[in-house]
């Protein structure tokens, strides 16, 4: 069974940084593309970070600049930092886990960056 649990989301004021972390299981880890998406309430799922089996990343005009992820094969995570966080980067983060035809999410994480 595939999991996916993120963690790290939380409240932050505005130019703060948070990181957050996808434990994943059940899956064959380092074949899988990686990401984090964020959904705003009233909007659509948006990307905002992938990170390939060869570590190859790629990160929507949103948050370049100021977001970072990496992943650990060993320990089977995925994590992202971001930094210099706005008000408009509030919304519920999700991990996936993304191989050809096959796509997994994780529950969601709440990020509120707010004064």
């Known amino acids: 069974q595939v999991q996916l649990v993120e963690s790290g989301g939380g409240l932050v004021q505005p130019g703060g940084s948070l990181r957050l972390s996808c434990a994943a299981s059940?899956?064959?880890?380092?074949?899988?593309?990686m990401g984090w998406y964020r959904q705003a309430p009233g909007k659509q799922r948006e990307l905002v970070a992938t990170?390939?089996?060869?570590?190859?990343?790629n990160y929507s005009d949103a948050v370049k600049g100021r977001s970072t992820v990496s992943r650990d094969n060993a320990k089977e995570t995925v994590d992202l930092q971001m930094d210099n966080l706005k008000p408009e980067d509030t919304a519920v983060y999700y991990c996936?886990?993304?191989?050809?035809?096959?796509?997994?999410w994780g529950q969601g994480t709440q990020v509120t960056v707010s004064s």
């Open positions: 990170i390939s089996d060869t570590g190859g990343t």
């Open positions: 059940g899956i064959i880890f380092h074949i899988y593309t």
């Open positions: 996936s886990a993304a191989y050809w035809s096959l796509n997994n």
